[in-house]
């Protein structure tokens, strides 16, 4: 059952970084998963917190491309509640 149809088609142009992946991830037609269940996240959903420094537009693209992950991967993106020690922070850094 092919869950992932891919997003290889997807383009992001924020202009920021994204820190702490491996360099070898790539956004690709291959598939690359991790086996260990201790390593994925539960049910496939990813709380997330945003940097307040974005402006209304780079928000919106941020949003954009959420909405192309839900619709192209078995990934979802929720916000965080708060209570999540575990959670990815999209933020702006200088480079």
């Not at 924020?14 to 049910?43: C, F, M, Y």
């Not at 693209?61 to 999209?90: M, N, W």
Request: glycine content about 10%.
């Amino acid at each position: 059952m092919n869950n992932n149809p891919g997003i290889s088609g997807c383009s992001f142009r924020i202009g920021d970084k994204l820190q702490g992946l491996d360099a070898s991830l790539r956004l690709t037609t291959h598939r690359n998963g991790v086996s260990r269940v201790a390593k994925l996240w539960p049910n496939a959903r990813i709380p997330y917190a945003i940097s307040p420094h974005y402006t209304p537009h780079e928000r919106a693209l941020l949003a954009r491309a959420v909405k192309q992950y839900h619709e192209k991967t078995c990934i979802r993106f929720v916000p965080r509640s708060g209570g999540e020690p575990d959670y990815l922070f999209i933020g702006k850094v200088d480079g």
